[in-house]
C-alpha cells in the first residue's frame, strides 16, 4: 500500500517538474535579458519584413534574422538604410516549425536568450505555440510582434498538428516536413 502511493507520489511530482520545466526556463531568459536581443522574422510575407525594418530601426542596437524570407526582404531593409552587417537571411526552414528548429542552436551559439517574433496576427497562435516548446526548451524567450491582417485565424487543427511536430523535434530531432513532401 505504502509502495503504491510513493509511486503516485514519485509520477505526480516527475508530471509536475516536466510541466514547469518550459516555464522556468523562459522565466529565467526572461530575467536574464530582460529586453530583446534580436529580431527574428518568420518569412511568409504579408508585410512582416516591413514590420521587422521599422522595429530594426526603432532598435539600431539589434540584429535580424530573416528565416524563410522573400527576396523583396532584402530591398526592404536596403530601402530603409539597414546595414546589411545587421541582417541574416536564412532559408533552411519550409515551415514554421522548421522556421525555429533550424535557427534554435544558432541563436544559443550566440547566446540569444531574448527575441522578437515578427509574423503576421492570424499566425501569431501557432507560432507562440511554436516557439514555446522550441525556444522554450533552450532558455529563449519570446515577444511577439504582428502584422495586422485581413487573414482568418488559424485553425486549432493547424495549431495541434505543429504543437506535435515541435513535440517530435523534441524528442527525435525530427520535425516530420519530409513526411509532408512525401504525401503529396
Known sequence: MFKRFRLRLLTLLAILLGLSYIPTRIAIARKQAPEPQLIFVLGGGNGRERLATQLA?????????????????????????????????????????????????????????????????FHLARAKTIATIVFGTHGIAVTPVTVESQEPRESPIRIARDFGRSLLWLSTGRTGASLGQRLK
Open 57 to 121: 530601426q526603432q532598435n539600431p542596437e539589434l540584429k535580424v534574422w530573416v528565416s524563410s524570407g522573400a527576396a523583396e526582404g532584402i530591398l526592404e531593409f536596403a530601402s530603409a538604410n539597414i546595414p546589411r552587417s545587421r541582417l541574416y537571411f536564412d532559408h533552411r526552414a519550409s515551415d514554421t516549425v522548421t522556421n525555429f528548429t533550424t535557427v534554435v542552436q544558432d541563436l544559443k551559439y550566440r547566446n540569444i536568450q531574448h527575441v522578437y517574433v515578427v509574423t503576421s496576427d
